[in-house]
């Protein structure tokens, strides 16, 4: 019997409790449950201003035990329903969950899928529906689609009344999860103002997940004397180690969109606090900084022409991978900054990354809520004189080989090798952030000022 899956894609903007509700209901009837939270419109701008980035970590810890795909919301688009109906069919029998306001007028050919939706007349008759009743709302059985099922939770809502109810100063109780409104209430989202990247955080009851450096002896043993939270228990994500096993972490744990607390228990530790200073039942029972550091979102392409992606918290470069320098053309936002650049190879890195080996390669870092990204020659040779630029956060680079026959180069992603390449693409993700949590005073920006202005 071929798999059935159940698409529920929509804004969730803010997602709700009773998304909740529907998409647990859809879980007891399919084999899986993709929820999809759309992207940006053309058509009618239905998702607010609010940054994708939110959007993502709400959906990821407001929506559990279901498949979050953030492929829109990474890539910036809208994908309508014949576009995911095509995307997913691979996987099974593939079943859109829809409103039951949305079929009303379903029998004259007036419904919203019929008036809005691209082919919606085609798509009535061909596509599967998983039709939701809406708690209060009344349904006319002629109205179906002619592929339907019918589910009915006994909940209704909208996350429109969510947005305007924290606009006008009020309670969401019950509304949403308590993941989610702690979030809203963290960066003071939808309350007319740009959200912030920093906020407090209260972590008086902590429950850590902890991850620790098996190669430190020193990371060993305060691991040692602490006790681990199952990870679907976990409040917190604990790291002890160094830098390295800080970013370890992030690529491995991000998507759970716990708060990362380090120990240094390495040698610089820019991303972790100091373990001298607080050990951690003093450090996690206080009123500590939490700042949200966005990733790189990385596509590198092989020389058989696949492309793949990865996420990076620090950086991304290509090398040559032979006695020959490289031969490498730069573009940004489509356009050909640098028609040739002859070097060792090219590294972009975001403002944490810019501490690490883009320091070394000669640049000056950035502040961690600089509003700009890293882009880095190594031992360039042409054009004569150029090192570094400062790029818009919000630009794209694309590095490409010119030669990779004779001139071949390998790429890396903060760290892990890729393999050799004939281009690495890189800009700010849209979906993947992390968030990094310092003592008072402690935080990233003070330890950068310590490394730029040593010996003090």
Same mark, same amino acid.
């Given at each position: 019997m071929s798999r @059935?899956?159940?698409?529920? &894609?929509?804004?969730?903007?803010?997602?709700?409790? /009773?998304?909740? *509700?529907?998409?647990?209901?859809?879980?007891? =009837?399919?084999?899986?449950?993709?929820?999809?939270?759309?992207? %940006?419109? *053309?058509?009618?701008?239905?998702?607010? %201003?609010? #940054?994708?980035?939110?959007?993502?970590?709400?959906?990821?810890?407001? +929506? %559990?035990?279901?498949?979050?795909d953030h492929s829109d919301l990474e890539h910036a688009q809208f994908s309508r329903t014949h576009l995911l109906d095509e995307k997913y069919r691979p996987l099974g029998e593939v079943w859109h969950a829809v409103g039951a306001d949305m079929v009303r007028g379903g029998r004259q050919g007036r419904s919203f899928i019929h008036e809005s939706w691209e082919r919606g007349s085609e798509l009535w008759h061909s596509l599967n529906f998983a039709v939701v009743a809406r708690d209060g709302f009344g349904l006319d059985e002629g109205d179906l689609p002619p592929r339907h099922c019918l589910f009915s939770p006994g909940v209704s809502g909208a996350s429109t009344e969510i947005r305007e109810r924290v606009f006008r100063g009020g309670g969401i109780d019950g509304l949403v999860l308590p993941a989610v409104a702690k979030h809203i209430e963290r960066y003071g989202l939808y309350r007319g103002s740009l959200p912030s990247r920093s906020a407090e955080l209260d972590l008086s009851s902590p429950r850590p997940l902890v991850l620790f450096d098996e190669w430190n002896p020193e990371a060993r043993r305060v691991a040692g004397s602490l006790t681990t939270a199952p990870a679907e228990e976990a409040n917190c994500i604990l790291v002890i180690g160094g830098d390295g096993t800080m970013i370890r972490s992030i690529r491995q744990y991000w998507r759970m969109r716990l708060p990362f607390f380090g120990l240094n228990a390495? /040698?610089?530790? =820019? +991303?972790?606090?100091?373990?001298?200073? @607080?050990?951690?039942?003093?450090?996690?029972? &206080? !009123?500590?900084?939490?700042?949200?550091?966005?990733?790189?979102?990385?596509? *590198?392409? #092989?020389?058989?022409? /696949?492309? !793949?992606? /990865?996420?990076?918290?620090?950086?991304?470069?290509?090398?040559r991978a032979s006695g020959q320098a490289a031969w490498l053309k730069v573009t940004i936002d489509g356009e050909?900054?640098?028609?040739?650049?002859?070097? #060792?190879?090219?590294?972009?890195? !975001?403002?944490?990354?810019? !501490?690490?080996y883009a320091r070394s390669m000669g640049a000056t870092p950035l502040l961690a809520d600089a509003q700009a990204f890293l882009l880095v020659g190594s031992n360039v040779s042409e054009p004569e004189n150029w090192k570094s630029a400062h790029l818009p956060l919000d630009a794209e680079v694309s590095i490409e080989s010119l030669d990779p026959a004779k001139r071949p180069v390998r790429a890396y992603v903060d760290a892990s090798g890729k393999g050799l390449v004939r281009s690495l693409r890189a800009r700010i993700s849209r979906t993947a952030a992390v968030e990094l949590v310092f003592a008072p005073g402690k935080d990233i920006t003070s330890k950068l000022l310590e490394g730029l202005f040593p010996g003090k």
């Open positions: @059935r899956i159940a698409v529920f &894609s929509g804004s969730f903007n803010p997602p709700a409790a /009773h998304h909740r *509700t529907v998409a647990e209901e859809l879980a007891k =009837h399919f084999d899986e449950v993709i929820v999809v939270p759309g992207g %940006p419109r *053309t058509d009618r701008p239905t998702s607010g %201003p609010t #940054d994708p980035i939110h959007r993502a970590i709400m959906t990821d810890c407001g +929506l %559990p035990n279901v498949r979050v390495g /040698h610089r530790g =820019h +991303l972790l606090n100091d373990l001298s200073d @607080r050990m951690p039942e003093t450090a996690l029972s &206080s !009123t500590l900084r939490v700042q949200m550091l966005p990733l790189f979102y990385v596509e *590198t392409v #092989d020389s058989a022409g /696949h492309a !793949t992606a /990865h996420y990076a918290m620090n950086d991304a470069w290509v090398e050909v900054r640098l028609p040739k650049l002859v070097g #060792d190879g090219a590294l972009v890195a !975001t403002a944490v990354g810019s !501490t690490a």
